[in-house]
């Protein structure tokens, strides 16, 4: 499994997991993938060479499947729209020793429950997405699609949320005084 694509994506904050599943039942979404624990590794250089050019590399466990991740730089806009690489990896350990090799090295971990959700007549995905710092839906399909479901959901685009995990937990520690370390549960 290998794709390159160019991602388009918002987040949208919930109360709750209950709320953001009941928002989606009412929309017309349905389960297409149960829900699944994820833990994610970002991998950078000890200078910050690819956080600080808003690229990424990331290792992401997820029921039994392990998928390496390249995001490029984010566009402007109201949308996160950037370039995906992904790609299945076979022996996780293995790939950590090559990443380490190339000068990559893990730099934040953060984790969550993710649980997928389609509409029946397609169009994108949205996923709900369990995190320490809170509860986001995520909207992923053509610019159009975000912007359809999000109001069908009763969402506008004041609520868009394009930041990266990352950069949601860093805010949330400032905002609750803690120094960052990593977005795993039973930490914070």
Same mark, same amino acid.
């Given at each position: 499994m290998s794709s390159a694509s160019r991602e388009v994506? *918002? $987040?949208l904050a919930v109360p709750d997991a209950k709320s953001g599943r009941a928002i989606l039942r009412r929309g017309g @979404?349905? /389960?297409?993938? %149960?829900? /699944?624990?994820?833990?994610? +590794?970002? @991998?950078? +250089?000890?200078? !910050?060479? !690819?956080?600080? +050019?808003?690229?990424l590399l990331r290792l992401r466990q997820a029921g039994g499947d392990t *998928? !390496? +991740?390249? $995001?490029?730089?984010?566009?402007p806009g109201v949308h996160k729209s950037r370039e995906e690489i992904e790609t299945a990896i076979l022996h996780p350990a293995r790939m950590t020793a090559i990443l380490n090799r190339l000068g990559y090295d893990p730099m934040f971990r953060y984790e969550k429950y993710r649980t997928e959700f389609r509409e029946p007549r397609g169009g994108g995905v949205a996923t709900l997405d369990e995190t320490p710092i809170g509860v986001f839906l995520e909207l992923e399909g053509p610019p159009r699609w975000i912007d359809r479901i999000a109001r069908r959901l009763g969402f506008r685009t004041g609520d868009y949320i394009t930041a990266s995990y990352g950069r949601l937990y860093f805010?949330?520690?400032?905002?609750? &005084?803690? %120094? %960052?370390?990593?977005?795993?549960? &039973?930490? !914070?």
């Open positions: 994506e *918002i $987040k @979404f349905r /389960v297409s993938r %149960p829900r /699944v624990f994820e833990a994610n +590794t970002v @991998f950078d +250089t000890a200078a !910050l060479a !690819l956080r600080n +050019t808003g690229r *998928i !390496l +991740t390249y $995001k490029g730089a984010a566009l805010e949330w520690c400032a905002q609750h &005084g803690l %120094p %960052p370390d990593h977005m795993v549960w &039973g930490r !914070l």
